[in-house]
């Protein structure tokens, strides 16, 4: 088992990471190397078909969210926006991809549907634009889950736990640390990525509005694929974080306890209690206690009929 960063870096100070936690993953778990592959080209299948859907747009569930998407997407399209293209198709993809969890849509967690977008928002367009081959791809997923799987050995990943620093920090750490590994970077640079970008996310807020995975948590994933970006691109230059990782992931911890329960995705506390959120998060409210109204009349109607008719 690879226990920290400190050990990974050790381990793979000049090896191909991927290889690394393929080859450990195959000695801890017994799965061959070639099946975790197979298992990943089908996840990045599914993170590329979930991108074509979503930037279609389509509204939520809770009618909060649905069009960010195709609205970025359109003016991508149309020469109106003014980021480079990675940027922008980054934040289209993530986007996409959580315009479609909240339509339930079939994603893929990475490593939490809350923080879903992030991930293949950065690598999927990270492959695009400068046409890097898919399986360079799969194996970056193979590093952006070994640096997460190494997280979560110390931490409880996820908002409930400790605030969305735990997702969407999380998330950007293992993008950034795959997108390093896509432009070749080492070992210390994907490490270096990942601290880079969770230290900057430390004390975020889970705060839901109307306790649904939409406002903020989609366009959230859109920024923070950008953020994930920024700090592949510090560690690529030789920007080192002056904390090293593993004691980055302890103040994770640390922060996730001290955070108050209102701000650990319980919508009590934060945006969900602005008095635009409560006003939501009422009719939300007043919306599923007229479904459980309408749904109990159609039940006695039927009953009704059933006992008019003998049946």
Same mark, same amino acid.
Request: glycine share 12%.
């Given at each position: 088992?690879?226990?920290?960063?400190?050990?990974?870096?050790?381990?793979?100070?000049?090896?191909?990471?991927?290889? $690394?936690? +393929?080859?450990?993953? #195959? /000695?801890?778990?017994?799965?061959?190397?070639?099946?975790?592959?197979?298992?990943? &080209?089908?996840?990045?299948?599914?993170? @590329?078909?979930?991108?074509?859907?979503?930037?279609?747009?389509?509204?939520? =569930?809770?009618?909060?969210?649905?069009?960010?998407? &195709?609205?970025?997407?359109?003016?991508?399209?149309?020469?109106?926006?003014?980021?480079?293209?990675?940027?922008?198709?980054?934040?289209?993809?993530?986007?996409?991809? =959580?315009?479609?969890?909240?339509? %339930?849509?079939?994603?893929?967690?990475?490593?939490?549907?809350? #923080?879903?977008?992030?991930?293949?928002?950065?690598?999927?367009?990270?492959?695009?634009?400068?046409?890097?081959?898919?399986?360079?791809?799969?194996?970056?997923?193979?590093?952006?889950?070994?640096?997460?799987? !190494? !997280?979560? +050995?110390?931490?409880? !990943?996820?908002?409930?736990?400790?605030?969305?620093?735990?997702?969407?920090?999380?998330?950007?750490? %293992?993008?950034?640390?795959?997108?390093?590994?896509?432009?070749?970077?080492?070992?210390?640079?994907?490490?270096?990525?990942?601290?880079?970008? +969770?230290?900057?996310?430390?004390?975020? $807020?889970?705060?839901?509005?109307?306790?649904?995975?939409?406002?903020?948590?989609?366009?959230?994933?859109?920024?923070?694929?950008?953020?994930?970006?920024?700090?592949?691109? +510090?560690? %690529?230059?030789?920007?080192?974080?002056?904390?090293? %990782?593993?004691?980055?992931?302890?103040?994770?911890?640390?922060?996730?306890?001290?955070?108050? &329960?209102?701000?650990?995705?319980?919508?009590?506390?934060?945006? #969900?209690?602005?008095?635009?959120?409560?006003? !939501?998060?009422?009719?939300?409210?007043?919306?599923?206690?007229?479904?459980?109204?309408? @749904?109990?009349? /159609? @039940?006695?109607? =039927? #009953?009704?009929?059933?006992?008019?008719?003998?049946?």
């Amino acid at each position: 088992m690879i226990e920290s960063f400190k050990h990974l870096e050790e381990l793979a100070k000049d090896r191909d990471l991927a290889e $690394v936690f +393929l080859e450990t993953d #195959a /000695e801890e778990h017994g799965v061959p190397a070639e099946d975790i592959l197979e298992a990943l &080209r089908k996840r990045r299948e599914v993170m @590329r078909d979930c991108i074509v859907r979503g930037k279609n747009g389509g509204e939520s =569930m809770g009618k909060l969210v649905g069009s960010e998407a &195709r609205l970025l997407n359109e003016a991508f399209r149309s020469g109106k926006t003014f980021l480079d293209p990675l940027t922008v198709k980054a934040e289209i993809y993530a986007l996409s991809v =959580m315009g479609e969890n909240s339509r %339930m849509g079939v994603i893929v967690a990475a490593p939490t549907a809350g #923080a879903g977008g992030i991930v293949p928002g950065m690598l999927m367009a990270l492959e695009e634009e400068r046409h890097i081959e898919p399986e360079k791809t799969v194996r970056a997923l193979v590093v952006a889950g070994g640096i997460g799987s !190494i !997280i979560a +050995l110390s931490a409880n !990943i996820s908002g409930a736990a400790g605030g969305c620093q735990n997702e969407v920090g999380v998330a950007s750490a %293992m993008g950034a640390a795959g997108v390093a590994y896509m432009m070749g970077g080492t070992t210390r640079n994907a490490i270096q990525a990942a601290a880079l970008a +969770l230290k900057n996310t430390l004390g975020l $807020v889970c705060d839901p509005v109307g306790g649904l995975v939409e406002v903020p948590c989609v366009k959230r994933n859109a920024l923070f694929a950008v953020h994930g970006l920024t700090a592949a691109q +510090l560690a %690529m230059a030789g920007v080192e974080s002056v904390i090293p %990782m593993d004691e980055i992931v302890e103040a994770m911890v640390r922060i996730g306890r001290a955070l108050p &329960r209102g701000l650990r995705e319980t919508a009590e506390g934060g945006l #969900a209690t602005t008095e635009t959120g409560r006003a !939501i998060a009422q009719r939300l409210k007043d919306d599923a206690n007229r479904r459980r109204a309408e @749904r109990a009349a /159609e @039940r006695e109607r =039927m #009953a009704e009929e059933r006992k008019a008719t003998g049946g």
